[in-house]
């Protein structure tokens, strides 16, 4: 590994890394950018049931549409935030807002579930690109005590444009089209691409050479693995040797990564940043965060349309109440964070969304919007505190050269968190569904073929019963047996994140408020 060298920071007036004229402006101009990823990561949810039926995908079809697009953003976030340290944040944040708005568009002229999930997949090559350079742009914006209030409206902007996923999504699929989730993404992604070439302006470390190319193949290899090898196991199951072979080349390829991390002369991820307690776990709490809310928003779509019968539009009206919650819950957060530090207000925040997640399982089959709209205004006052304490501590506890490496591991943690959430809740979901399916049939499973009974757990995933051709009595039990069962997989689902959320409210305990330099302080390079 390098030898640390001590160099001075630069000033602002000095540094071309300051924005042109006002942070606030440079904000604003990052934040078109990011709020376009951020809503394809939630309104997708909202999409997924009608994307199933005009493309005939399966679940795992759909599980991809989500979990490769937040893969590819978790794989390629590191690598780009590097890529930004060294060619300049601000090229590679317009290349990934122009890639990712080319790529919506394409996605919303498909016809095909392969060519969708391709294009997913691109799309969140390309949202990476522009994630960490916005943080790294924003480091540069607000230098010294001024980092935490622009930390503060940075969380506020993720959390509401996340909430606003399914609402957005709702009006859109049932007014115009699910093709048009994407297409809106054009004029955003062109405003994104007018303020960034006038407002911002250029900045890039002066301290880095190259990209850790081995690195890059070992990290994406490792995370690959994982993600695939959760997805599958419902099908191949958890036992059987493509499974366990999958997790043993994640577990293979994360230590050789390690290693060769510690002996690369540039490596991809500074091991020295996680020396501080604060950035380890800031990252373990942005994975859980997402974890919860990214699994959460999976599954309610299919809940809302499939067992529920609303439209997109009431379906994304359910969840109103989490957008409204954001509103008010993310400024609280932030002055929350300023006068009580983020210690005991992410674990505050931890065990309300632990409450939140509880109270969702124990919603019933006809739950009311009242019902369904506690828990989802009690889950806005919960991940607001984390959005906003972990981007704060991660970004803020790191060397300003390592600005753009600092803001691809926030993003990729996310990220891997949502990914993982999807995956791993419905793996969960999916094995209560198959355990619980044939005794709400009763009598009527033993009459049943193997094959169908699997069709059948299929169908079920999403909420949906095939009765086609059925007699009505038959038909009604069939649709008793399958929602019910439904809803035992999702209340399991929600019970695990609850007891995630519970456990990483220990760990928020442990965190320290970041520190960024001041002006003309030295900093610390590794």
Same mark, same amino acid.
């Given at each position: 590994?390098?030898?640390?060298?001590?160099?001075?920071?630069?000033?602002p007036?000095?540094?071309?890394?300051?924005?042109?004229?006002?942070?606030w402006?440079?904000?604003?101009?990052?934040?078109?950018g990011?709020?376009?990823?951020?809503?394809?990561?939630?309104?997708?949810?909202? +999409?997924?049931?009608?994307?199933?039926r005009?493309?005939q995908?399966?679940?795992?079809?759909?599980?991809w549409?989500?979990?490769?697009?937040?893969?590819?953003?978790?794989v390629?976030?590191?690598?780009?935030?590097?890529?930004?340290?060294?060619?300049?944040?601000k090229?590679?944040?317009?290349i990934?807002?122009?890639?990712?708005?080319?790529t919506?568009?394409?996605?919303?002229?498909?016809?095909?579930?392969?060519?969708?999930i391709?294009?997913?997949?691109?799309?969140?090559?390309?949202g990476?690109?522009?994630?960490?350079a916005?943080?790294?742009?924003?480091?540069?914006?607000?230098?010294?005590?001024?980092?935490?209030?622009?930390?503060?409206?940075?969380?506020?902007?993720?959390?509401?444009?996340?909430?606003?996923?399914?609402?957005v999504?709702?009006?859109?699929?049932?007014?115009?089209?699910w093709?048009?989730?994407?297409f809106?993404?054009?004029?955003?992604?062109v405003?994104?691409?007018?303020?960034?070439?006038v407002?911002?302006k250029?900045?890039?470390?002066?301290?880095?050479?190259?990209?850790?190319?081995?690195?890059?193949?070992?990290?994406?290899?490792?995370?690959?693995?994982?993600?695939?090898?959760?997805?599958?196991?419902?099908?191949?199951?958890?036992?059987?040797?493509?499974?366990?072979?999958?997790?043993?080349?994640?577990?293979v390829?994360?230590?050789?990564?390690?290693?060769?991390?510690?002996?690369?002369?540039?490596?991809l991820?500074?091991?020295?940043?996680?020396?501080?307690?604060?950035?380890?776990?800031?990252?373990?709490?942005?994975m859980?965060?997402?974890?919860?809310m990214?699994?959460?928003?999976?599954?309610l779509?299919?809940?809302?349309?499939?067992?529920?019968?609303?439209?997109?539009?009431?379906?994304?009206?359910?969840?109103l109440?989490?957008?409204?919650?954001m509103i008010?819950?993310?400024?609280? +957060?932030?002055?929350?964070?300023?006068?009580?530090?983020?210690k005991?207000?992410?674990?505050?925040?931890?065990?309300?969304?632990?409450l939140?997640?509880?109270?969702?399982s124990r919603?019933?089959?006809?739950?009311?919007?009242?019902?369904?709209?506690?828990?989802?205004?009690?889950?806005?006052?919960g991940?607001?505190?984390?959005?906003?304490?972990?981007?704060?501590?991660?970004?803020?506890?790191?060397?300003?050269q390592? +600005?753009?490496?600092?803001?691809?591991v926030?993003?990729?943690?996310?990220?891997?968190?949502?990914?993982?959430?999807?995956?791993?809740?419905?793996?969960?979901?999916?094995?209560e569904?198959a355990?619980?399916?044939?005794?709400?049939?009763?009598?009527?499973?033993?009459?049943?073929?193997?094959?169908?009974?699997?069709?059948?757990?299929?169908?079920?995933?999403?909420?949906?019963?095939?009765?086609q051709?059925?007699?009505?009595?038959?038909a009604?039990?069939?649709?008793t047996?399958?929602?019910?069962?439904?809803m035992?997989g999702?209340?399991?689902?929600?019970?695990?994140?609850?007891?995630?959320?519970?456990?990483?409210?220990?760990?928020?305990?442990?965190?320290?408020?970041?520190?960024?330099?001041?002006?003309?302080?030295?900093v610390?390079?590794?």
């Amino acid at each position: 590994m390098a030898q640390a060298k001590t160099v001075a920071a630069p000033s602002p007036s000095a540094d071309e890394g300051d924005a042109k004229g006002s942070p606030w402006l440079t904000l604003l101009a990052v934040s078109l950018g990011v709020i376009m990823v951020m809503l394809d990561g939630t309104v997708v949810g909202i +999409a997924n049931p009608v994307i199933g039926r005009e493309l005939q995908a399966s679940l795992s079809d759909l599980q991809w549409v989500t979990s490769g697009y937040l893969l590819a953003l978790a794989v390629f976030l590191i690598t780009a935030g590097k890529l930004g340290d060294l060619f300049g944040h601000k090229r590679i944040f317009l290349i990934g807002v122009a890639g990712f708005t080319v790529t919506s568009l394409a996605i919303g002229f498909t016809g095909s579930i392969t060519a969708l999930i391709f294009f997913r997949v691109l799309q969140g090559l390309f949202g990476a690109l522009l994630q960490p350079a916005a943080l790294a742009l924003l480091r540069n914006a607000f230098p010294g005590p001024k980092l935490n209030q622009a930390m503060g409206a940075w969380g506020a902007i993720i959390g509401l444009s996340s909430a606003a996923g399914p609402i957005v999504g709702g009006l859109l699929v049932e007014n115009v089209s699910w093709q048009s989730v994407f297409f809106i993404n054009g004029p955003v992604g062109v405003a994104a691409l007018i303020m960034g070439v006038v407002i911002i302006k250029e900045s890039k470390s002066r301290l880095l050479s190259r990209v850790d190319w081995l690195g890059v193949v070992l990290l994406s290899g490792a995370m690959f693995s994982l993600i695939w090898s959760i997805i599958k196991a419902p099908e191949w199951g958890w036992g059987d040797a493509k499974t366990i072979g999958f997790l043993i080349g994640f577990a293979v390829l994360t230590a050789v990564f390690i290693f060769w991390q510690t002996a690369a002369r540039t490596p991809l991820v500074p091991l020295s940043i996680f020396k501080n307690p604060s950035v380890s776990i800031g990252t373990g709490l942005m994975m859980m965060v997402a974890f919860a809310m990214f699994g959460a928003m999976f599954f309610l779509g299919f809940f809302f349309q499939g067992v529920h019968g609303l439209t997109p539009l009431e379906a994304g009206l359910r969840m109103l109440p989490m957008s409204a919650g954001m509103i008010i819950a993310s400024p609280l +957060a932030g002055m929350a964070i300023g006068k009580l530090g983020p210690k005991i207000t992410m674990a505050s925040g931890l065990l309300i969304t632990a409450l939140a997640m509880f109270l969702m399982s124990r919603l019933g089959v006809e739950a009311t919007f009242v019902e369904s709209g506690i828990p989802f205004l009690v889950l806005a006052f919960g991940l607001s505190p984390v959005f906003v304490g972990a981007t704060e501590i991660i970004v803020g506890n790191v060397d300003p050269q390592y +600005a753009g490496v600092a803001g691809g591991v926030q993003q990729s943690a996310m990220q891997v968190g949502g990914a993982l959430g999807t995956a791993i809740l419905g793996a969960v979901m999916a094995g209560e569904i198959a355990d619980k399916l044939p005794g709400h049939l009763g009598p009527a499973a033993q009459a049943i073929k193997p094959e169908q009974m699997h069709l059948l757990e299929k169908a079920a995933a999403f909420g949906t019963a095939p009765t086609q051709g059925l007699p009505a009595e038959v038909a009604q039990l069939v649709t008793t047996a399958v929602h019910n069962s439904f809803m035992d997989g999702m209340h399991l689902a929600f019970l695990v994140s609850t007891g995630v959320a519970i456990l990483t409210a220990v760990l928020a305990l442990f965190v320290k408020r970041g520190s960024a330099p001041t002006e003309g302080a030295p900093v610390h390079v590794g």
